[in-house]
């Protein structure tokens, strides 16, 4: 998952402020003695629900304070405040009565400012109000920015889940081709969210939200099953010279995937309906992604792997993954980040580090992609440093199946090659040395 992207720097921890909504009923029912069991057994879940830094506190008659730790953002908030409402849920049983909470919540988070823990709890109170004075179960942000990002990002979140619904989701495809003759080898299905009012999405604009909702996996299904049947028409189209593999397919990945019970039955689903061949789709995963439960993800993986599924390690050389899991990961190929790729030519070092990775690729057994490849010079450094294959806006930006369809039929044949292959202007022609 691409969380790194999302670090802000100076958000550090926000205080929640949360009053029970219809208190004044609630203790009519219950008493004063029941109000006050009432407010510790809804500490007790809001404790259960929140991580082991994260402190609850009773403040005052109905109301309690949260500190929430380490977040990442303030859309994290939301994700939190979801967790909170969500441990309400259940009725509370309270002198032999069963007691429905909602609570109003109000939220400051900590923005790198100095300002008190007095005045942190204040702005929380009064953000509380705020949400209280628009109905049960509301919360509100102090701040007015944070507010209207919270909102904007709560109206992605159900657009997101109409997209799924509807099928808003385009595939599109980025060649990858072979060093030496820009032969194509396959292509990468990179979605895109045709939003109805918002035009085009990138993918960085909502995979974050996709995979905090578990929306991620009715999403990456329709991606699957989409690029599957497009590679599978485009195979038909240009027969695959003997010794190569016919076009493949390659796809991201989430962490999601690895805890989906369905995903074996889901791919193998994919492959079925559109005949595609096991041995032409791609797996991408990410170091990070083996952050969590290794053990789990290899199992995955192996079983991947029997059904003769390949394994690249994408976005290689930024995760924080130990280097000695790399020999265990059922990977067959690294793809080298871009943030190297675009460094090189520029500096001298970047070379010697991607030299280093390509050895250590091809001591383990492993081929190397370089991604990210702009520029004719990146891509004769990338080719003489002994990558087998490439991808970039210099070969291809990703395109639509339409033109990229154009893309295959007007090169296919072309770079002097033998067999009407499509090849694309490869290092070969570009170096010319
Ligand atoms: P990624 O898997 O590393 O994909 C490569 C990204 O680099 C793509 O961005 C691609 O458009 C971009 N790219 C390719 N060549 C060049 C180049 O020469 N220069 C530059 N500057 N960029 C280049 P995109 O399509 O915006 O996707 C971003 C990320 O979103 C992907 O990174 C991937 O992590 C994620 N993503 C995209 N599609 C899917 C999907 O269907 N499922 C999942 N789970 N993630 C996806
Ligand atoms: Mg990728
Ligand atoms: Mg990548």
Same mark, same amino acid.
Do not use: H, K, Q, V
């Given at each position: 998952m691409r969380h790194a992207k999302d670090h802000q720097p100076g958000y550090t921890f926000a205080v929640v402020v949360l009053a029970l909504d219809r208190h004044e009923l609630i203790a009519s029912l219950v008493g004063r003695d029941g109000m006050d069991t009432l407010v510790a057994k809804v500490s007790e879940r809001l404790q259960g629900a929140l991580r082991p830094g994260d402190q609850v506190a009773h403040l005052t008659g109905d109301e309690l304070w949260v500190l929430v730790d380490r977040i990442r953002s303030p859309d994290d908030m939301i994700v939190i405040t979801r967790r909170i409402q969500g441990s309400l849920a259940r009725p509370f049983a309270i002198a032999s009565e069963e007691i429905s909470v909602t609570a109003a919540i109000g939220i400051v988070v900590n923005g790198g400012e100095t300002v008190t823990a007095e005045e942190m709890l204040k702005n929380a109170a009064t953000a509380m109000h705020r949400a209280r004075a628009q109905g049960p179960s509301r919360h509100e942000f102090y701040d007015l920015a944070m507010r209207e990002r919270a909102r904007t990002r709560l109206r992605l979140e159900t657009d997101l889940r109409l997209a799924v619904e509807r099928k808003e989701f385009a595939v599109h495809f980025q060649p990858i081709v072979t060093m030496g003759s820009g032969a194509v080898d396959g292509f990468e299905a990179l979605v895109r969210w045709q939003h109805p009012s918002r035009g085009l999405v990138a993918p960085d604009q909502f995979i974050p939200i996709a995979e905090e909702t578990g929306l991620i996996l009715p999403m990456s299904e329709q991606v699957l099953s989409r690029g599957c049947e497009q590679i599978r028409a485009w195979q038909g189209r240009f027969e695959a010279p003997s010794n190569h593999l016919p076009f493949s397919l390659s796809m991201n990945f989430t962490s999601a995937h690895f805890a989906d019970t369905a995903l074996l039955d889901t791919v193998s689903a994919a492959l079925q309906e559109s005949g595609l061949? $096991?041995?032409?789709l791609v797996a991408e995963i990410t170091e990070?992604?083996?952050?969590?439960d290794v053990e789990k993800v290899l199992d995955v993986l192996n079983e991947l792997k029997q059904m003769n599924i390949r394994v690249h390690l994408d976005d290689f050389g930024t995760g924080y993954s130990s280097l000695s899991y790399l020999h265990r990961l059922p990977a067959d190929t690294l793809k080298i980040d871009r943030s190297f790729v675009s460094r090189l030519g520029a500096d001298r070092e970047t070379e010697v580090l991607v030299k280093a990775i390509v050895d250590l690729a091809h001591n383990l057994g492993k081929q190397v992609i370089a991604e990210g490849i702009e520029t004719a010079e990146q891509a004769r450094v990338v080719a003489h440093l002994g990558c087998e294959l490439g991808q970039g806006y210099y070969f291809a930006r990703p395109g639509d199946p339409k033109s990229m369809e154009a893309l295959l039929d007007g090169s296919a $044949? $072309?770079? $002097?090659?033998?067999?009407?292959w499509p090849r694309l202007p490869g290092p070969s022609a570009a170096s010319a040395s």
């Open positions: 061949d $096991g041995r032409c990070s992604m083996l952050l969590r $044949g $072309g770079n $002097g090659g033998a067999e009407p």
